[in-house]
């Protein structure tokens, strides 16, 4: 069964660092999301990519973040200066088109020290 | 602002049984609902979903439930096993709000412990 694949499964950056999360959408699939989960906290919203741009970002998606799809298979978070309670679990999630079955990644755990 | 709300964290039943999950929104524009399990160090995986022009979808033995004038939505999953033991995410998505994204709002997860 296809794959969303996310690398690494750990990182720990120090506060400050910019930081470089990596996915593998599902071949075919033409949305891409990123969200992220704090320890005991919900699953939430990111960022939205469809057509090689963003199509809707949260709140939390300020100027620190940015996303990319470099070469048509990948699909990157950066955090360009990375504070402490940047750390939580990121989800990448692709899905074709009409429908919300996501598939997700296994998830970054991003340690900010 | 929680505008998906699971106000169970946890519950627990016996294998078996029926396990009652439930779930509450308050945004009216929300049409399109989905339940996500969740193991351990894995991504949700996609379980069911209803629209909201239904009030009732089945798959197997997980069966969503959709109360639109309440704003609830239940997933029951009949019988239990312990297999089924995980955190289950209710989500909903204003589909009718038009663009070109899919995007989710979850609520806050119940962890499910089906027991042998």
């Known amino acids: 069964e296809p794959e969303v694949t996310q690398t690494p499964s750990h990182q720990v950056t120090q506060m400050g660092q910019e930081v470089i999360l990596r996915c593998v959408p599902i071949?075919?699939?033409?949305?891409f999301y990123w969200y992220r989960q704090i320890l005991g906290q919900k699953v939430e919203f990111l960022v939205s990519?469809?057509?090689?741009?963003?199509?809707?970002k949260s709140e939390i998606f300020d100027d620190q973040f940015s996303v990319e799809r470099p070469d048509g298979s990948n699909f990157t978070l950066k955090i360009r200066s990375t504070k402490l309670e940047d750390s939580a679990m990121y989800f990448c999630?692709?899905?074709?088109?009409?429908?919300?079955?996501?598939?997700f990644g296994s998830g970054t755990r991003l340690t900010i020290v | 602002d929680q505008q998906v709300k699971q106000n169970s964290p946890s519950l627990s039943v016996q294998e078996g049984r029926i396990s009652i999950l439930n779930c509450d929104y308050t945004?009216?524009?929300?049409?399109?609902f989905l339940w996500y399990k969740k193991y351990p160090a894995e991504g949700p995986t996609f379980l069911i979903s209803?629209?909201?022009?239904?009030d009732k979808n089945e798959d197997g033995r997980f069966t969503v439930f959709l109360n639109k004038s309440a704003k609830h939505l239940s997933l029951h999953i009949v019988p239990s096993q312990p297999g089924d033991s995980a955190v289950y995410f209710c989500?909903?998505?204003?589909?009718?709000?038009?663009?070109?994204?899919?995007?989710?709002?979850f609520g806050k997860g119940t962890l499910l412990t089906v027991n042998p």
């Open positions: 999630a692709s899905t074709g088109t009409g429908t919300y079955g996501y598939t």
């Open positions: 071949s075919n699939h033409l949305y």
């Open positions: 990519f469809y057509n090689n741009e963003i199509s809707e």
């Open positions: 945004n009216s524009m929300f049409d399109y």
């Open positions: 209803i629209s909201s022009i239904k």
């Open positions: 989500a909903a998505s204003a589909r009718g709000s038009g663009g070109s994204n899919y995007k989710l709002t």
